[in-house]
């Protein structure tokens, strides 16, 4: 029995694996992967209990099958979403350099509105820090943010807190959550059923049969 489990873990790990090896080196997700998870895990556990296997055994598939595919999945969502934080980082922490970069946002702002020019550096996505921004407009900014009291600035910078500060779990478990669609949840179910098909049956002896 031991064996059986163990070789069903084990072919989930490697399910798994290739689910978020698919995501990772193809960016593909493909759901149907699901029922290979299903079927790979059955098959091993089918195989490993030999005679013992039943629907017990099949039941233990199934456990495995589900949490590998959850695996995968999740898996999956982190893969993604670490791509896509190392295009657009996200905002976890409030620096006063963040703080004053709202102020040169507004120093650039006015001078452009007033027709001066603004040069600005070569720089991929939104200006967060300072060398996102024209040294002139910079020093603006931090004279501005100087001349604010203790007071202000610590509000300004708990209002950031409220607003820009994004809570990665939160965003990984709704991201989690929108991966379990209604196809999502069929291939997990058929992944299952596979699982549990298999699992409970001596794959071993079936193979022998079949050869004879």
Do not use: C
């Amino acid at each position: 029995m031991l064996k059986g489990t163990l070789l069903g873990i084990g072919a989930g790990v490697v399910g798994a694996a290739v689910w978020a090896a698919l995501v990772l080196f193809l960016n593909i997700e493909i759901g149907w992967i699901a029922i290979g998870i299903g079927a790979a895990v059955g098959a091993a556990v089918g195989w490993g209990y030999a005679e013992k296997a039943s629907p017990a055994s099949g039941l233990a598939a199934v456990a495995i099958a589900f949490v590998s595919i959850a695996a995968g999945k999740y898996a999956a969502v982190e893969i993604l979403l670490q791509q896509d934080l190392a295009v657009n980082p996200a905002i976890t922490t409030i620096t006063e350099e963040y703080a004053i970069s709202y102020y040169a946002d507004d120093v650039a702002d006015e001078w452009m509105g007033e027709g001066k020019q603004v040069n600005w550096p070569d720089h991929d996505g939104y200006p967060d820090e300072e060398a996102d921004y024209p040294a002139d407009v910079w020093a603006e900014a931090v004279s501005r943010w100087d001349a604010e009291t203790g007071e202000t600035r610590a509000d300004f910078i708990a209002r950031l807190e409220q607003s820009d500060i994004v809570d990665l779990d939160e965003v990984r478990s709704a991201w989690f959550a929108s991966t379990f669609g209604f196809m999502d949840i069929l291939f997990f179910g058929l992944g299952g059923y596979a699982a549990f098909s298999l699992g409970a049956r001596n794959i071993a002896e079936a193979s022998d049969s079949e050869t004879a």
